[in-house]
């Protein structure tokens, strides 16, 4: 709360710290215009304000009485600078308005529709460092996503890069319901305690029981309350980090090849997550009888039913290829890409 309340403040002082620094300059003037006045002239308190109100404004009243030599540089002196300072603020006021409130407008309802269009996206609630990872993977594979914070420097980051965002809270069903929650395919559970991620996953199944959940766990402990929420799948970044280190020790050589594979954009061999559609080619035919009238070079390494999580035996020729499927494959980047084509409607 405290880091989202400076952050709005920072976002208020870069817009109007000009403006009270111009206005705290004017109020300046009026005093020094008004003392001015009354020692020049011998004016009372009141009519020393008013000579320098009429001047300042260039309303063209007539003078209280004739100016002496002195009195006339006085005032040419504080018309220059008077003037000046209410031009400053109301070129800071209208920049501020525009700034703030029209163009924001604006971009909120440009956001609210592009939103309203999202079909088959992700969600990432939390923009920290695991989230920022997240939403930069998603869109190196042009993947849509929503991004939710409440904090203002993600928030921004959103803004630069061109992300869609929504500045609320995570666990609010609204915010969700606003995200397209009952449209998304996928939803991260990303936010700083484990306590947010439960209840963030517990609102998102309540409103859409078929979206995918991947929950993040700091505490080992926290990983079964939120496979009991209804997380799909849970990822402890203390254990895998202790795990790939191990393997890092044991098996450098196997470890390098796999962060190659999955890191490097420009590497012609990749992994794969296929979607077998109905009435695909490849639909209702054998692994082997597809890899024949096709000629399928790629690699399958499984297939996974509807709902399955991943297996390590690999799928057998004799293996049917049913509408529903997940195919799991590697092989270079065309290579998949045609058996995208085969398993696409």
């Not at 890092?248 to 420009?266: G, H, I, K, N, Y």
């Not at 529903?324 to 890409?337: N, T």
Request: some cysteine; overall charge neutral; proline content about 2%.
């Amino acid at each position: 709360m405290g880091k989202n309340l400076d952050m709005k403040f920072k976002k208020f002082s870069q817009f109007s710290k000009r403006i009270v620094i111009s206005i705290a300059v004017l109020a300046g003037i009026y005093f020094l215009g008004s003392l001015g006045y009354m020692l020049i002239e011998d004016l009372s308190f009141l009519d020393a304000l008013f000579m320098t109100t009429i001047t300042i404004t260039t309303v063209g009243y007539g003078l209280v009485k004739d100016l002496s030599r002195t009195g006339t540089i006085f005032t040419i002196v504080l018309i220059i600078t008077g003037t000046g300072a209410v031009a400053y603020i109301l070129i800071n006021l209208t920049d501020f308005f525009l700034s703030e409130f029209l163009l924001g407008r604006i971009e909120k309802r440009r956001r609210v529709k592009m939103v309203s269009n999202l079909k088959d996206h992700y969600i990432i609630c939390g923009l920290g460092r695991v989230g920022m990872e997240i939403a930069s993977r998603l869109k190196r594979n042009n993947a849509p996503f929503i991004a939710i914070d409440k904090s203002g420097e993600p928030i921004a980051f959103c803004r630069e890069n061109g992300w869609l965002y929504i500045e609320g809270d995570a666990s609010n069903d609204d915010t969700l319901l606003e995200a397209g929650i009952e449209r998304a395919k996928g939803l991260f559970a990303a936010l700083d305690t484990d306590s947010e991620n439960v209840y963030v996953t517990l609102s998102a199944k309540a409103l859409n029981p078929s979206v995918l959940v991947v929950a993040r766990a700091k505490a080992h402990e926290t990983t079964g309350k939120l496979e009991r929420a209804g997380a799909d799948r849970v990822v402890s970044p203390q254990i895998i980090g202790g795990r790939r280190m191990a393997a890092m020790a044991l098996q450098p050589s196997v470890t390098d090849f796999l962060d190659t594979l999955m890191r490097t954009e420009e590497l012609e061999i990749e992994l794969a997550e296929i979607d077998v559609k109905p009435g695909s080619r490849i639909d209702g035919i054998t692994i082997k009888e597809a890899a024949e009238r096709y000629t399928i070079d790629a690699l399958i390494i499984s297939i996974l039913e509807h709902g399955e999580k991943a297996t390590f035996s690999k799928a057998s020729g004799s293996k049917l290829i049913k509408a529903g499927q997940k195919i799991i494959a590697m092989g270079a980047k065309e290579q998949i890409i045609k058996l995208e084509s085969l398993a696409s409607e």
